[in-house]
C-alpha cells in the first residue's frame, strides 16, 4: 500500500480565526481525512515539529509527500530541503500544493522563480481539464467549477511541464495552468494550484478527487534507484 505524508506548515489555522473556522484541525488534516477513507496509508507532519516532522526515518517510509505551505517558507531548514530533494530524486513522489510554488522544495526542483501573478477577490475559478488522458484527471469531467478561489495568473515562471493537465479560468479574465506534472530524478512531481487557506477547496470531491489520483500516479516505481560514479567495464577492453 502507498504511504503518504502530508505537510503542511500549520500557521495560518492557528493565527486566523478565518482560516481555523475553514480548517478547525489544519489543512494537513483535511487532506489526510479524505485520502485515510480512500483506503491510503496516511501520516501528517508541520513546520514546527522537530527536523519539520521530515526526519530521515519518516522520509525512509514516505512513497508520496504533499507539500502545503504559504506564509512561512524562508523557515523551511535548507538541510531539510536537501533531505526532500534527494528522496524525490531517489523515487519518492511530491504533490505541491497551491502556493507551496514559492516553497524551497519546489524552487529547488524547478530551477526557477516559480513566480506568478495572484488577487484575493473571492472569485470564480473554473478549471478546465485539457488533457483528458493522465489518470491524475481520471474520474473528472471536462471541468471542475470552484465558487470561490484565489487567482492565480500567467507568467508561472516554471519550467515547460511534462503534462499539462488542467488550465484555470477566473471570472476576473485570468487563465493559469493549475495542474501540470515533471519527472525529476526517479521521482514525479504534480503541481496543483487549488486551495487557498480561506477557501474550502479540500472539502470539494473533485478536488479530492484529483488529489487521490495524484498520489497513486506519483507513487514510486519498483526499481532500483541508479548507481552513479565510477563504473567498472562489463566487457574486457583490449588494450589499443
Not at 28 to 43: N, W
Request: charged share 25%; proline share 5%.
Amino acid at each position: 500500500m502507498v504511504k503518504v505524508t502530508v505537510w503542511n506548515e500549520y500557521r495560518h489555522e492557528k493565527k486566523d480565526e478565518a482560516v481555523a473556522k475553514v480548517y478547525p484541525k489544519g489543512i494537513h488534516s483535511q487532506i489526510a481525512s479524505f485520502l485515510t477513507e480512500a483506503g491510503i496509508d496516511t501520516t501528517t507532519a508541520t513546520l514546527d515539529e522537530p527536523e519539520h516532522g521530515l526526519t530521515e526515518a519518516v522520509l525512509a517510509e514516505t512513497d508520496v509527500l504533499i507539500w502545503w505551505g504559504h506564509i512561512a517558507h524562508q523557515e523551511v531548514s535548507d538541510e531539510i530541503v536537501n533531505r526532500v530533494q534527494k528522496r524525490v530524486l531517489e523515487g519518492m513522489g511530491l504533490i505541491v500544493l497551491h502556493s507551496g510554488h514559492m516553497s524551497k522544495i519546489f524552487m529547488k526542483l524547478m530551477g526557477t522563480s516559480c513566480d506568478l501573478k495572484w488577487r484575493e477577490a473571492e472569485e470564480k475559478e473554473r478549471l478546465w481539464v485539457i488533457d483528458p488522458s493522465p489518470p491524475i484527471a481520471d474520474g473528472i469531467g471536462e471541468y471542475i467549477d470552484l465558487d470561490v478561489e484565489e487567482m492565480y495568473g500567467e507568467h508561472f515562471d516554471v519550467p515547460n511541464p511534462d503534462e499539462l493537465i488542467f488550465v484555470g479560468w477566473y471570472e476576473g479574465g485570468n487563465v493559469f495552468r493549475s495542474g501540470m506534472t515533471y519527472k525529476r530524478g526517479s521521482g514525479k512531481i504534480f503541481y496543483f494550484q487549488p486551495g487557498h487557506e480561506t477557501y474550502p477547496t479540500y472539502y470539494n470531491k473533485d478536488i479530492q478527487k484529483v488529489i487521490i489520483n495524484g498520489v497513486k500516479w506519483a507513487e514510486p516505481t519498483k526499481r532500483n534507484y541508479p548507481v552513479y560514479g565510477h563504473s567498472k567495464a562489463l566487457e574486457e577492453i583490449k588494450p589499443k
